[in-house]
């Protein structure tokens, strides 16, 4: 079965992540990657919608294969280098967070334009702080580039578990969703925007994230 399967609807790149709770490892990384190059690689209209399956859209970092890699630092520069990707993507992008989005897979989710969330089951959660895995400048970029105030509080200094209801109250997903309808919202999303100027949208991305995107490209 793919870690990662790619479709097109219409001008709209659907990347469905299929590999039980998305965990970033090396195969999880490469296969993202591949899916990415193809959605850069491809002309004419196009937008990016990613999401999971079943209970997951990402549980973040795999601790475990990790644990026994040689070079742990320059993995998650790796996994840093995909948020890049996603936040700068010349083109509209929306996460159709169909179950839990945590730590890495939270961030990953922050990184896109628009997010949809399943309203009956999943979380969304940094919970760096109970795991004392602080974050890394890059991803602490790209959180407070999305995210401030009080919401920034509870998500980062508590490790708050946020539903659906209280994540678009707070700003950290832009609508609630029925699990059927999760990902052809998300797509509604972006859909209409396929035809932006691929060269202008970059350009306007970069200036906007410019910190973020040089510290977890840096």
Same mark, same amino acid.
């Given at each position: 079965m793919s870690i990662v399967d790619l479709k097109r609807e219409g001008d709209v790149f659907v990347l469905q992540m299929c590999a039980g709770e998305n965990r970033f490892n090396g195969d999880f990384v490469? +296969?993202?990657? =591949? #899916?990415l190059d193809e959605v850069e690689a491809s002309g004419g209209p196009a937008a990016l919608v990613t999401t999971g399956e079943g209970k997951f859209y990402s549980n973040g970092l795999d601790l475990a294969w990790i644990g026994q890699q040689g070079d742990a630092h320059g993995f998650v520069r790796e996994v840093e280098g995909i948020f890049a990707r996603v936040l700068g993507l010349p083109m509209l992008? +929306? +996460? +159709?967070?169909?179950?839990? =989005?945590? #730590?890495a897979g939270a961030m990953l989710a922050l #990184?896109?334009?628009y997010r949809v969330m399943r309203n009956d089951r999943g979380y969304f959660c940094l919970p760096e702080i109970d795991i004392d895995i602080p974050f890394t400048p890059g991803m602490n970029a790209l959180i407070t580039s999305r995210l401030s105030g009080a919401t920034l509080r509870e998500t980062t200094l508590t490790g708050a578990r946020v539903a659906a209801g209280d994540a678009v109250r707070m700003g950290i997903v832009d609508e609630a969703a029925e699990e059927n309808e999760v990902l052809a919202k998300a797509v509604a999303c972006v859909a209409p925007h396929t035809g932006k100027n691929r060269a202008t949208m970059q350009a306007i991305k970069g200036e906007q994230h410019k910190r973020a995107l040089g510290l977890l490209t840096g």
């Open positions: 490469s +296969a993202v990657n =591949a #899916a992008t +929306a +996460a +159709a967070i169909n179950g839990h =989005a945590f #730590a #990184a896109h334009d």
